[in-house]
């Protein structure tokens, strides 16, 4: 009679990692689908809002905010539409970036469906004081900075600490983000 094979501890102790590793292989046969398909975000939307190297004339000298303001409120009932007020002036750099990029990829098609835009010149700070304290912004903390007007002129939003004044090391995506909280609901 044939005796029946034992085989000895160390090489048991070769044959203990095989079941580890059939089960790590059927893991990650099993997990691989689940995540690649996980939602992989644009990576043009985790880049810094582009850089401008031509500045055009974002702000009219003679243009009448107040006017421009009342114009667009009359057109945002019909639009359903809020109102983007961008406070700034042509010498800013991060006025120019701001613009761009409310023009441009996911966040100008947002503010075209959703908000009127009308700038405000604040010239060398002190232009448009009026609009500057009815809006609250805080210019001396720097520009751009921005309103959100509901379409009935109810200040809805202000940029209070400065939040655009860097628009330069603004994200993409931190922009979608904040245009789609604020835009009109009904959009």
């Known amino acids: 009679m044939a005796q029946p094979s034992v085989l000895n501890f160390s090489e048991m102790n070769l044959l203990r990692p095989v079941p580890v590793f059939i089960c790590v292989g059927f893991a990650v046969l099993v997990l691989s689908p689940a995540v690649g398909a996980q939602k992989r975000s644009d990576p043009a939307d985790n880049q810094q809002l582009d850089t401008v190297s031509v500045k055009g004339e974002i702000y009219s000298a003679n243009a009448d905010p107040n006017l421009e303001i009342q114009q667009a409120l009359k057109l945002a009932v019909s639009q359903k539409k809020r109102l983007l007020l961008v406070f700034g002036a042509n010498w800013c750099y991060d006025c120019h970036v701001l613009e761009r990029a409310l023009h441009e990829g996911t966040a100008g098609e947002i503010v075209s469906e959703s ?37 009935n002129g109810k200040l809805l939003y202000s940029s209070g600490d400065g939040e655009f004044e860097s628009a330069r090391t603004m994200f993409k995506k931190d922009l979608v983000v904040f245009l789609n909280r604020w835009k009109n609901p009904s959009h």
Request: glycine share 10%.
């Open 115 to 151: 908000f009127l835009l009308v700038h405000v010149d604040i010239g060398e700070g002190e232009k448009n004081a009026e609009l500057v304290k009815t809006y609250r912004i805080p210019v001396e903390k720097g520009v751009p900075a921005v309103a959100v007007l509901g379409s």
